[in-house]
């Protein structure tokens, strides 16, 4: 299967060390949205679109990137996320989820874990959910990847 995943992971790489465990299990290419172009996009059956959570949405310069991705025909995605608060889990891939499916993607799974969250006033108490995503959470993302491949 010809895969791509398009994320930001800025802080602490939590993002990135979800992302390469996809990328090994689905032998996908990894890119910034700066790294990438739309038309790159409709090269791939299956796209992957994730970042950390800040103030309850994806990061904005991925957000960016997919208002700018053409429409496509029922083209497979996945959404992926790491947060500090984790309660909200996949409610807060909602503006990315909205916006993909609005472009006529399929969405065939979500992925959120913890990550260690240092942004703001999260700083001043020495971060929360340290040493995230751990040993469990990546497991967690390979079987999830997994499960991916057996969708497509």
Do not use: W
Request: aromatic share 8%.
């Amino acid at each position: 299967m010809n895969s791509l995943i398009v994320m930001v992971s800025y802080h602490h790489n939590n993002t990135q060390q979800i992302a390469e465990i996809f990328g090994k299990v689905l032998d996908a290419r990894i890119k910034m949205p700066q790294e990438t172009t739309p038309e790159d996009i409709q090269q791939h059956e299956l796209v992957g679109f994730g970042s950390g959570i800040y103030f309850g949405k994806h990061h904005k310069d991925l957000l960016k990137f997919v208002d700018k991705i053409p429409q496509v025909d029922n083209k497979k995605a996945f959404i992926f996320s790491t947060s500090g608060d984790t309660r909200r889990g996949n409610k807060a891939h909602t503006r990315l989820r909205e916006k993909l499916e609005s472009k006529g993607y399929k969405i065939i799974g979500e992925f959120n874990c913890a990550g260690f969250d240092t942004f703001g006033l999260m700083k001043l108490i020495g971060g929360i959910k340290k040493g995230r995503p751990n040993a469990e959470d990546l497991k967690k993302a390979e079987e999830f990847a997994s499960n991916l491949r057996t969708h497509t």
